[in-house]
């Protein structure tokens, strides 16, 4: 059965640093990656998918990368804002259920100004 | 509207009852999916559809726990005898088509259900 951690669970920074999410997985046959961004009381925004074959995606000041073999993913974000300050997930896509996504628990994130 | 739409946002209701969940999914989308998401945890899933059809329930955690989707559009999500282990988000998410995960799944604003 897929597992997916994510490192840390809460995390703060002043604005303008550049900072790393963690993802890991236990099940390295997996379709794809996907990072959403949740906001309280809204629903999950899908920031970055990165494909089985793929290595990474960059979107804006977000880059996702994806080592399949290690069962590890990072998203970056650069320059950090407020906005920023939400909680992001990770899920993949395994390929033994192509269409269920398997999520982490999330990293909390806060942006202070 | 342009986004997966979900209703009600809150429902309380006592334990015992039934509860109906709707969601509606972005216009043409093939595949539709429900799930549960818990304070602090990251979503699971309890099902999905493509079409009308029912492909995977694996996830719905008992038989009180049903859904469907019968004219491949708007689904339901029905809990009999709730109890208040049930209470938690309830999402719904749609993607454009079926087969493996190509496209990113989109997901509506949540149910917040709460078992008194």
């Known amino acids: 059965k897929q597992e997916v951690t994510q490192i840390p669970a809460a995390l703060s920074v002043p604005e303008g640093e550049n900072l790393v999410l963690n993802c890991s997985f236990t099940?390295?046959?997996?379709?794809?990656l996907q990072w959403f961004r949740q906001d309280p009381g809204k629903g999950l925004t899908s920031l970055l998918l990165?494909?089985?074959?793929?290595r990474e995606q960059t979107s804006g000041r977000l880059n996702a990368s994806l080592d399949k073999s290690s069962g590890r993913s990072t998203l970056y974000i650069a320059a950090s804002q407020p906005g920023d300050s939400a909680t992001y997930l990770c899920?993949?896509?395994?390929?033994?259920?192509?269409?269920?996504?398997?999520f982490g628990s999330g990293t909390q994130l806060t942006v202070l100004p | 509207g342009a986004g997966v739409s979900q209703s009600p946002r809150y429902k309380v209701t006592k334990r015992g009852q039934d509860v109906a969940l709707r969601c509606d999914p972005i216009s043409g989308h093939v595949s539709l999916y429900w799930y549960r998401q818990a304070l602090g945890q990251g979503p699971e899933f309890l099902t999905y559809f493509n079409y009308e059809a029912q492909q995977d329930k694996s996830g719905l955690p008992n038989d009180r726990f049903s859904a469907e989707r019968p004219e491949g559009s708007i689904s339901t999500l029905t809990i009999q005898r709730t109890e208040q282990r049930d209470s938690a988000m309830y999402r719904c998410?749609?993607?454009?088509?079926?087969?493996?995960?190509?496209?990113?799944?989109?997901f509506g604003d949540g149910t917040r259900l709460s078992i008194l």
């Open positions: 998410a749609s993607s454009p088509r079926q087969g493996p995960s190509m496209e990113p799944q989109h």
């Open positions: 899920a993949v896509s395994s390929s033994g259920s192509a269409r269920q996504l398997t």
């Open positions: 099940d390295s046959a997996i379709y794809n």
């Open positions: 990165i494909q089985s074959s793929q």
